[in-house]
């Protein structure tokens, strides 16, 4: 029983020298944006303008950091009214019924300076998949008007619309089947 008080009482005071901290997106400086293209001959592109992202971290490189966002599908904005609401439309992203889009990271793995590849498990139309992305960390600074201590990131990468099941009836020549994924991000400490 001495024995099991005493490694408890280590793992309790290792622990206790590990914070971990949460960063929040800060919606105006913070942007999630997607393209397609068009009869393979135009790119078109659109935003989720309403969004969650958090960042945890217990390393100030964030090289353990796990990232989580969620993102209102009937947010979606392509600068035309009525191929927005046929995205929302059971065609494509049937926001009814599946009114999110979330991702979570499981892994993080270094690829350079400030680099790293992301793994994680997006949920799309109900139908969630490991995904794998780029991850640039851009820094960390100070705000000079909130005076918040704030960290910038950028993902980016490709995903198929059709492992998702979304809009199954418009064939890739119409519209690609890669999705081109960007997202930049001003993370505040809270």
Do not use: C
């Not at 971990?20 to 942007?31: A, G, I, V």
């Not at 944006?33 to 992202?53: K, M, Q, R, W």
């Amino acid at each position: 029983m001495k024995k099991f008080t005493i490694i408890l009482s280590a793992v309790l005071a290792l622990t206790a020298f590990t914070t971990l901290d949460t960063w929040k997106n800060d919606k105006p400086h913070s942007q999630l944006g997607f393209t397609v293209t068009h009869l393979g001959i135009s790119d078109v592109s659109g935003t989720f303008n309403d969004f969650e992202a958090i960042v945890t971290s217990s390393k100030p490189d964030f090289s353990d950091a796990v990232f989580e966002l969620t993102a209102n599908v009937a947010s979606i904005d392509t600068r035309v009214e009525a191929r927005n609401n046929h995205l929302k439309s059971a065609d494509f992203f049937d926001a009814a019924k599946y009114p999110t889009i979330n991702f979570k990271s499981t892994s993080l793995k270094e690829n350079g300076k400030d680099k790293f590849i992301v793994t994680g498990n997006l949920t799309i139309h109900g139908v969630t998949k490991q995904v794998t992305m780029d991850l640039t960390y851009r820094g960390t600074t100070e705000n000079p008007m909130s005076k918040a201590k704030v960290a910038g990131f950028q993902l980016s990468g490709t995903i198929n619309r059709s492992d998702f099941n979304v809009g199954p009836g418009f064939p890739a020549p119409m519209i690609s089947d890669k999705v081109t994924i960007k997202a930049d991000g001003e993370f505040a400490k809270n």
